[in-house]
């Protein structure tokens, strides 16, 4: 019997986005602007970094398991705290589902190219994994519904989608969940929902409470709390009672806890990253179109650039290096052909688009 089991063998790690100091000292750059990581550009929220200093001096004490922030969202909600469950960012929670529920022989299903942090957890459990094509670069859940059977476990819906940006609408979610059995469970992930709130197709999971779905979402993007791994779920309380019991006690951190109750009171933060986001959005995918580039209409805080082949854009992402703009190529999204870009402050989109501008003139590389 092997030390290492063949489906760990066979795992191909997350591997994360280049980090702008890593690109400054590769190519010898003065100034690197990062759009690849879907990072709030305006950084944290002030109250939360203001709720870390005052927390300092608790860090001899072991952390509540995220309670108190359990219960901050069970009020905000009106819940009980037996539906809220707090972890290391959604993917820790995610981690978390997948060790709870999945059995040997159940499986998994999900869109093609979804999101590679819970594809990674998946298939780390050794199950099946089984996904079907976008429709128009969005979910198709009728064909997904259609691929339900009886060893299928989790369906993982991502609303909106990363890496696309795209949604699905509360009718075709309804028209979906007709044909999910009690049994399968519904992972909905909205990590990015804050910025599809404003477009009245798009469902708030909130507004529909099932007893088969946990609603993951995150403090890494609008809140700007990616580095210190905060995050949440709503569900069946039995569903929660569950996972509580294979969670690390201790998670989430007291430092990340605190951060999480005060962001989650930052209105005007939240206000100015939605504001900063959309005209971001507007100008990219405006001045992107005008030079040629197919752009997928998003829904979130980053555009996604499908292109002519996987070669286009591998010299579209090495040549937007070269000029200090760091964007995900996602190869391992299994989108070799595509590009994603963050929106980032006025000023580092206009960098993007001037950069852009001047190797397309040079390869015509939206061709």
């Known amino acids: 019997m092997p030390l290492v089991p063949p489906y760990i063998e066979s795992l191909q790690p997350y591997v994360a986005g280049r980090s702008a100091e890593d690109v400054r000292r590769e190519y010898g750059l003065e100034r690197v602007i990062k759009l690849a990581s879907n990072e709030n550009p305006l950084g944290a929220s002030p109250l939360a970094v203001q709720a870390l200093r005052e927390n ?5 004490l072991y952390p509540n398991g995220g309670l108190e922030l359990r219960q ?3 009020r905000q909600y009106d819940l009980k705290v037996e539906n809220v469950i707090a972890g290391s960012g ?3 929670i995610m981690s978390n589902i997948i060790r709870a529920f999945l059995c040997d022989e159940d499986e998994v299903l999900t869109t093609e190219a979804a999101f590679i942090g819970f594809r990674v957890l998946a298939e780390s459990r050794g199950v099946k994994y089984r996904t079907v094509p976008y429709r128009d670069w969005a979910y198709d859940l009728v064909a997904l519904a259609g691929q339900i059977n009886e060893r299928t476990k989790i369906v993982y819906l991502a609303n909106p989608n990363n890496p696309t940006g795209t949604i699905f609408t509360k009718h075709e979610f309804d028209e979906f969940y007709r044909h999910v059995p009690e049994r399968v ?11 599809a709130t404003d477009n009245p197709r798009y469902p ?7 007893d088969n779905v946990i609603t993951l979402r995150t403090f890494s993007k609008i809140y700007g709390l990616a580095g210190i791994r905060i995050g949440y779920g709503f569900a069946h309380e039995e569903l929660i009672r569950n996972l509580l019991k294979v969670k690390l006690p201790f998670e989430p951190s007291t430092l990340a806890q605190a951060a999480g109750i005060a962001a989650l009171s930052d209105r005007e933060f939240v206000h100015r990253s939605l504001e900063t986001n959309a005209r971001g959005i507007r100008f990219l995918t405006e001045s992107l179109r005008g030079m040629g ?18 070669r286009q854009a591998a010299a579209f992402v090495q040549s937007l290096l070269e000029e200090g703009i760091v ?24 960098r993007c688009v001037e950069a852009i501008r001047k190797i397309a003139i040079q390869e015509e590389i939206c061709k």
Do not use: K, W
């Open 56 to 60: 300092l001096e608790r860090l001899n």
């Open 72 to 74: 901050v969202l069970a």
């Open 90 to 92: 959604s993917e820790g």
């Open 185 to 195: 469970l519904i992972i909905l992930d909205e990590a990015y929902f804050e910025y």
């Open 204 to 210: 708030n999971s909130m507004h529909y409470r099932y």
């Open 293 to 310: 580039f197919e752009v997928v209409a998003s829904e979130a805080n980053f555009l996604m650039l499908p292109m002519s082949g996987e």
């Open 327 to 350: 964007v995900r190529p996602l190869n391992a999204f299994g989108l070799p052909q595509c590009v994603r870009i963050s929106t980032g402050t006025a000023e580092q989109n206009e």
